[in-house]
């Protein structure tokens, strides 16, 4: 395992798509289970569920979501990258990838059979086939059974942060990062 860090560019990406929501809310990309609070979290750092009711401050939001992030996501694709050659921004969008899609099976979505350490996106980033591990951030874009517009700009976004596109990241976060 490497040290990789993720890096502001990424931060800003995730905060751009998860809203900071300081009152537990039911997913309505999984039908109201699991709910949700703080930047898209389904869990505590100290592996509580999140349940209907909950309300945290900003500041709690904050840090569990670097808890959360650095530990139970970044840790594990860097592992799962190995000694792969990997920039800043690739490995940031393939956290904040994992960070919505999960790392593997019995993660936090109910029903997912498959996360970020089975996704085409990590084979094809190990095997150094970097325009389709962009690509393959198109693979992620339904809930629910549904492709979803938020998800599309969503996996644009990631796509173009992991292949260094300034222009395309800017337009698929309305300007928000460039």
């Known amino acids: ?14 905060h751009h798509f998860e809203d900071c929501e300081l009152v537990a809310y039911a997913d309505p990309g999984t039908g109201g289970d699991p709910y949700t609070i703080g930047w898209g979290m389904t869990y505590y750092p100290d592996g509580r ?19 959360i992030l650095d ?14 050659p990997t920039t800043s921004a690739q490995f940031g969008a393939m956290v ?14 109910p029903g997912m059979k498959k996360g970020f350490r089975q996704s085409w996106v990590l ?8 325009a389709e591990a962009a690509g393959a951030f198109g693979s992620w874009i339904t809930a629910g ?3 979803k517009a938020g998800l599309v700009r969503r ?16 337009r698929f976060t309305n300007g928000a990062l460039a």
């Open 145 to 147: 059974g549904k492709v």
């Open 71 to 84: 530990r139970d996501f970044a840790r594990i694709v860097d592992a799962a990258i190995g000694n792969a």
């Open 96 to 109: 904040a990838l994992a960070y919505n899609i999960g790392v593997g099976p019995r993660m936090w979505l």
């Open 1 to 14: 395992m490497t040290d990789r860090k993720v890096g502001p560019k990424a931060l800003a990406l995730m």
């Open 123 to 130: 084979k094809m980033h190990i095997a150094g086939r970097h």
């Open 49 to 67: 569920k999140v349940k209907r009711g909950d309300q945290i401050t900003r500041a709690q939001a904050d840090a569990d979501f670097a808890t």
């Open 155 to 170: 996996r644009n976004a990631e796509a173009a942060l992991y292949a260094g596109d300034r222009a395309a990241l800017a």
